[in-house]
Structures are given as C-alpha cells and as structure tokens.
C-alpha cells in the first residue's frame, strides 16, 4: 500500500544546498494563499515530493538505469475521433533513469538488435543501439542516499517531447501546450510502478487557426483539451522467457534481427507476444497459473450487456484448459472508488474492457508489451458504443431469413448480447496474443456449416479469429447454429503459444517441440493459419466476412438468403412516422455482403494457394488453383454474380433511398468484381499456370476474355437481341474497363454511374491491433526488384497486353454482328456506341 506522508515545507529545506533551498522557497511562495497543504510525499518506487503545481522525482539508487515501461492513454477528450477515444494508447516505449554529473537524463532504450550467444558481437550492438535522450532534468535537490532530486512539471504541463502525444497534436492541427491551461491533476506511487493523471489545454498556431477560419471548416477550434494518464512501471529484472515466432501460428510478435546465429548474416526473428502464465504446480499436467489473467469491466458498459462480456472473455478457459492451465482467465466488475480509491482504467498494470460513446462501429484489443521477451503487460480493449449497431446489421443482413427473432428492429437483447459475446471473444483473442486468421473458415465443408450438430460444437470457422462473421451457408430448415464459435484452431493456438515444458528448458531447446506441434497442420487442414501476408492476396482460401471452403456453393446458398432478406427490409427497418435511414443502410449492406460472397469467387481466378509447408515437410507451399476450377468461378460469376439481381432491384425499396440511381450501388460492385479479375498479376498467373504444365488443360486470360464477351453479351444470341437498362449498364462499365486497359482511356469512370465499392466498404469492420510480424513470403530479391521494374517500365505485361487485343476483337465482332440484326432502337444505339468506344484500342 502506499505511504502519503504531509509535511512541511521546512522540514524538506532543512536538508538541502543553498541553490535548492532557494529554488524549493520559491515554489512554496508561489502557492496559492491559505492552502492548508504546500507540500505533500508520496513514498513508492520513487518518492514523489509534490509542491503546490509542481512533482519532484527523488529517484532512488536502484531505480537508476533500470528498463521502465512508459504508457499513456487518453483518460478524457475534449474532441475525438474515429480512432481516438478514452483508453486509446497515445505512446509506449522504454525508458531508463541515468544520472550523470548533475543531471538525470531520460533516455530511450530500444530491442531491435541482439546477438545474445556472442558476447563481443553483444557490445556491438549495443554500440549500434545507443539510447536516445528524451530529456535532461537538472538536479535540484538529493535526498537520502544521494538518491537525486528532479522537478519533471514541464514533462506534462508545457513540452512535448518527440513522440509522446506530438503526432496526435499534429493529427489535430494543433500546435502547442498552453501551460496555463495544463495541469498534473493527481500522482500516485506504488512499489513498481507511478500513476501520474494530468491535462493539457492545446492550442494552434495563429497561422492555422487563420487556415481554418479561411477554409471555412466545419469547426474552428481555438483550444481542444485532453486528460492523459501515463503508468511508469518498472519492469522485472529478468524478462519472462520467450518464444520464438513461427508464421505457421498466427501471434502478434515483438521483431528483432538476431546476429548471434551460426548464419552467415543476421537472421530475422521474433518473439511472440503472450501472457507470462506460470503454473503453481510445476509438475501437474494441469494447474492453476501464479497469476491468472483478470479483466476488470468497467463502469461505463451498460449493465445489460455486462453478462455478455464476462462470457466472452471467460470462454477462453475451455481453450487454456487444454494447454495445462485451469482457471487461467477472469472478468471482474471493476472497483468503485470506495471499494479501492487507488483503481485506475488506465493503469497499465490492469486488464480492463472500456466502453465509449461513439459513432464508431468497432472494437479493438490492443496488447501492452514488454519488447524484450514479448510478455503481454496488460490490455485495455476499447468498445465503441455503435458497435452494437455493426451487429446487428450483420445479423440482419446474413441471417435474418433463418431466425423470425431478426424479422424486427431492434432486435431482442439475447440476440445482439450473442453477437457481442462472439466480439468479445474475438478482441480477447487479439490480447492473449493471437492474430486474425482468415483461412480457418475454409477448413469447414458446406455439408458441415449446414449441419446443426456440427455448428453447435464447432460454429462457422476452425477459429474464432477469422472474420468468418455468420452462417449465411445454412437455408431454412437446416436448423444449424449461425454464430462463431471457439474451433480446433483456437485450441491448437493457444497451446502452442503457452503449453510449458521443463522448468529448466530453455526457449532455444523449447524449438523442437513446438515445431512437431506445428508441423500437425501437414495432416489437419483445420490447424491451419493464414493471412494478413503478402501471399495471402492470392489465395483462394484466404477471405473475410465469408464462410465454407468452397466459395462458390457457399455463394450460390449465400444469394439465395440474400433474396430472401430483401421482403423483410421494409417492415424491419421503418415505422410509421419515421424515415428511411436505417432501411438505406441494410439495403447497402445487403449489397456489400452481397459482394463479398462474390469476390472470394472471383478470387479463384489466378489464385494461388498457399500451405506453410517448412522444408523437409509436405510439398512445395504454392499451387496453382486448377483451371477447371477457374473457369468454374467465371461460370458462376457470369450466371449468378452478374445476371440481373431482380429481388434487389425491387422499386418498392428502392424509391424509398433515393430519387433516382438505385442501382448504382449493384453496379459499383460489378465494376469492382471485373477489375478484380481483369488484373495483370491475374493474367499473368494463368499464363504461368500453362507454363507449369504445358500438357494440361489450362485456363489463361484469352479464355476468361472469351468467356466474358460470351457471357456478358448473351443477349446477342438471340435473333433480334434485346439488352435491358441493368445489364447495359454492366456492359458499358466492362468496355471501359476494356478501354483502361489496353491504355485507350485514362478514365475508368468515364461511362459509368457506378459508385466506388471501397466507400460501401468501410462499415467498420472489427479489427484488432495491426502491429504484427511482417511476413513477406514473395521472390523478393534485387534480381526481383530488376524484373518488376523492367515489367513497369515497359508498361502493361505482353501476356495481358496481347490477350485484351484478342478480347476486344473478339466482342468488336460480336458487337458487329447484332447490330445488323437488332430492331430495339435503345439497345441498337447502345451496341453502336460500345462498338465506337472498342474501335479506339490501338
């Protein structure tokens, strides 16, 4: 506990030089006349003197040049943002205390280098790795021990060092601390650590205020102000034991390059980011942790949606459960001021869930790490208010057609408290370490996502980090489960990153155990990590807010709900008296998960699959997607993905968005879904897959053009064709694609009504931290390099260059041909100018 102890300003003179003495009498006459209590200790890893408006560190001995973790978050804002909000991270690094001559410097330490089996390599990097100043505080007073003395005010009242909090000043266009508006509010010690809460009034420069007043922007700022918390917590001597990173399991990691290898050169590693979970009984199979993992929710969630939360994150007990640990993980209310005055949400010692009003529709679980063994400190995972909104559009939009308790908005509280419980889940993943892995949904056939005993074990993907979201696969009357929920991968994950071997192992001896873990992937597909990668954009089995393994069934089920959701829009999302909002924003969202379910088709065209074979295990980890399968994708996408979508364009839905462009949102996806596979990497893939094996039936980029203009402009089949508006509108988007290819027209919107997909697209879906180990799986190299730039210099690749000739010839000729026997006098105008537009590529 800590030790507050008042006294008198006197008492603390007595023992100090001249200079301090003088400079301690003059802080104490500047306080304020009749306050009680000039000046106040606090005793705790450092003894913190506090007088009047300004805080002394007397920094003990044996705090000097130890490794201290620095974290400050947002405690309260005058103005937010998107991505800023109570509990968001402003900064976090490592610092040390160095005393020399008679200053103390606060210094930068960094881990990005190590050579820890070679000691004289060891002191060239730390050559390599000098500590930066932060800032350099005069010695004004020593106490006890010597131990000095620094008035560190300024730190948080009036300076902004370069990084902690600069770049949002710069985000928010300000320009300066104003100190007579800024304030240490509180400070507290404890034996490892100090809580110091303080505000900060920011101000622009004239010149930007002038700016924005010119602009005529939305609002004009003179002053914005912001209460920060910053944690000093010392860390432990001995840093808990890593582990090594492997990116066939997918965890945050802390890189370094390692020098002290018998490679000739320096090796790319790192260290996985986990909770330090030791267990009681060392030898048991299963035990108890020393200390298990406590999440404190705080105050501000809604206490209907408390019980949603404790469950989401104490699910994850089944999980540790199989890696030796029971009771490893707890939700707990958190402590009002009376139960522990000394409780604080951003105290980076706690686990705590925060919650915040905004119209934000996400959620994030970002991690406090000790860099140098990876140890997740704690977490403080943020809750935007709205993203209770997020979720049940998702529900609607997925599923509502399997389950009459979503035929109404808003939908029951066990509905939505489910889907919470499922994000929940979902962010504490993100903090115990693991990252997303968007192929788990691919281990799980069609016949198992529609099957209810299989979905009530095991839910929509082999793991609840995916973005797999619900079983919209399952049709009515397969009574199958809809939500994620925990799969093998989850299981496998976690044991991988926490399963303890022998106390004396050492994390170098530890490998080969982990590897064997791993390598069980070779033989259960539903182990399997992906995503997030460079390799990832190409594989087929690598998606998000999809389900199943196989992309088209699961799309060609996926549309037949979507169809279904349409008679329910109106009812759900409007009443008498009320707008139209909310029916604007299903219908839109109904057309964005529409397009999803499409493009993981289309992504089949020239994809690669990807399986983490290491060496000696398996085969070669890239394969080529079959050609049949291929053009089965273009098939689909041509009968199913761009065939008129009739039950979307219902007029009764759409004359209640918009005067007039209902379909433009349809249209923007088919625009997105032809530029994905009108692609030079696409055509290019198609002709290496030839290549690779000259004697098969291959599907290259001629063919899929072919195929295009066949299936794009059946109506030319008929005798006297016909092209209805919808689907001239489909054909003008795909020529001018055609166009912007062969390098005919430099404007892709040149002919098009279609809107941009990508705005459609950022609905906010849940992420969790970013911050990952780089996995660049490509042929990078200079000789790489050359080639690329000698591919860009040159313009449009021959491959793809020849093939769109060959393509736009073809359909000029098609287009030729009909025109002679069309009667329609709109779709004879249109096939003339179309034949026009094709009739400038060189």
Same mark, same amino acid.
């Given at each position: ?205 004239? @010149? ?21 918390? @910053? ?448 692609? @030079? ?5 198609? =002709? ?29 089949? =008929? ?107 709109? @779709? ?15």
């Amino acid at each position: 506990m800590r030790k507050i102890l008042s006294v008198i300003s006197l008492v603390i003179a007595a023992s100090l030089c001249p200079p301090a003495l003088a400079m301690t009498s003059a802080m104490v006459a500047s306080c304020p006349a009749g306050m009680e209590q000039k000046v106040t200790t606090v005793a705790g890893m450092f003894v913190i003197h506090v007088i009047c408006d300004h805080v002394m560190f007397e920094i003990p001995a044996n705090m000097l040049n130890r490794d201290m973790l620095v974290n400050t978050e947002f405690a309260a804002l005058s103005t937010g943002s998107d991505f800023v909000a109570p509990g968001s991270v402003v900064d976090n690094r490592v610092i040390r205390w160095v005393r020399r001559g008679n200053k103390v410097y606060l210094e930068n330490v960094r881990y990005e280098m190590w050579a820890q089996n070679m000691a004289n390599l060891q002191r060239g990097v730390e050559a390599a790795s000098l500590r930066t100043v932060i800032k350099a505080f005069e010695i004004i007073m020593e106490g006890p021990d010597k131990a000095p003395v620094i008035d560190i005010t300024g730190l948080f009242v009036s300076e902004v060092p370069d990084g902690f909090a600069l770049e949002f000043m710069q985000y928010f266009r300000m320009n300066a601390i104003d100190p007579k508006r800024s304030f240490i509010d509180s400070v507290k010690a404890f034996p490892q650590n100090i809580e110091i809460r303080f505000q900060q009034t920011w101000v622009p420069s004239a @010149t930007e205020l002038r700016k924005n007043v010119e602009d005529e922007a939305e609002r004009v700022p003179a002053a914005l102000g912001f209460i920060f918390h @910053t944690s000093l917590l010392l860390l432990p001597e001995e840093p808990m034991s890593p582990r090594f990173a492997d990116d066939r399991v997918g965890y945050f990691a802390v890189p370094f390059d390692d020098y002290g290898t018998n490679d000739y050169g320096k090796v790319r590693r790192a260290f996985i980011q986990r909770y330090r979970l030791e267990k009681k009984n060392a030898d048991a199979e299963v035990s108890d942790p020393v200390k298990p993992i406590v999440f404190y929710i705080s105050d501000e969630v809604p206490e209907k949606w408390r019980q949603y939360i404790k469950g989401g994150i104490e699910d994850w007990q089944q999980i540790f459960d199989k890696a030796g640990f029971s009771n490893a993980i707890f939700a707990r209310n958190a402590p009002t001021p009376l139960e522990d005055p000394n409780f604080d949400l951003e105290d980076v010692r706690y686990n705590v869930i925060r919650w915040t009003p905004s119209g934000r529709q996400n959620a994030m679980g970002p991690a406090v790490v000790d860099p140098r063994s990876g140890e997740v400190i704690s977490s403080h995972a943020i809750f935007w208010h709205d993203v209770l909104r997020l979720v049940e559009t998702w529900y609607f939009t997925q599923v509502s057609p399997l389950d009459p308790r979503a035929h109404s908005l808003p939908m029951p509280d066990d509905v939505i408290g489910g889907m919470l419980r499922y994000v929940v889940s979902h962010e504490i993943g993100h903090a115990l370490g693991l990252r997303h892995n968007f192929k788990a949904h691919s281990a799980y056939s069609i016949e198992q996502l529609r099957s209810p005993e299989w979905t009530r074990q095991w839910g929509t993907s082999a793991s609840i980090m995916d973005y797999s979201r619900l079983n919209y696969v399952a049709q009515p009357g397969d009574n199958a489960f809809l939500l994620p929920k925990f799969g093998p991968y989850d299981y496998f994950a976690i044991e991988w990153g926490y399963r303890s071997f022998s106390s004396g192992m050492s994390f170098d001896e530890e490998w080969p155990h982990l590897d064997e873990m791993a390598a069980k992937q070779i033989d259960e597909p539903m182990l399997r990590f992906g995503g997030e990668d460079d390799s990832a954009t190409l594989d087929p089995l690598v998606n998000t807010n999809v389900v199943g393994g196989d992309p088209i069934e699961a799309a060609s089920l996926g549309l037949r709900n979507i169809d279904r959701v349409m008679p329910l829009l109106i009812p759900a999302t409007t009443k008498r008296g009320g707008d139209y909002i909310r029916l604007r924003e299903m219908y839109q969202s109904l057309v964005v998960q529409r397009y999803r379910e499409l493009a993981a088709v289309a992504k089949i065209v020239g994809g690669v699959e990807e399986t983490r074979y290491q060496a000696g295990r398996g085969v070669a980890p890239f394969k080529a997607v079959e050609p049949a399968r291929q053009r089965a994708a273009v098939k689909f996408l041509i009968d199913r993905g761009w065939a008129t979508p009739r039950p979307l364009l219902d007029r009764e839905v759409l004359q209640r968005i918009g005067p007039s462009g209902g379909a433009d949102a349809l249209q923007g996806s088919n625009v997105q879904l032809l530029r994905q596979i009108l692609d @030079t990497g696409v055509f290019q893939r198609m =002709a290496e897959g030839r290549q690779a094996d000259p004697g098969g039936r291959a599907y290259v980029g001629m063919d899929m053009l072919i195929d295009l203009n066949d299936g794009l402009f059946k109506e030319l089949n =008929a005798k006297s064709p016909v092209v209805e508006l919808y689907r001239r509108e489909l054909q003008r988007n795909y020529v001018t694609l055609l166009l912007v290819a062969t390098g005919a027209t430099n404007d892709p919107q040149s002919a098009s009504n279609a809107i941009d997909m990508s705005k459609l697209l950022n609905d906010g879906s849940i992420h969790g931290s970013t911050r990952s180990l780089s996995a660049t799986r490509n042929a990078a190299s200079p000789l790489a390099d050359v080639a690329t730039q000698y591919r860009r210099e040159r313009g449009r690749p021959s491959e793809f260059r020849s093939s769109l000739r060959s393509g736009v010839a073809h359909l000029y000729a098609k287009l030729d041909d009909a025109i002679k026997r069309t009667k329609d006098t709109e @779709t004879g105008a249109h096939l003339r100018d179309l034949r026009s537009e094709l009739g400038k590529v060189p």
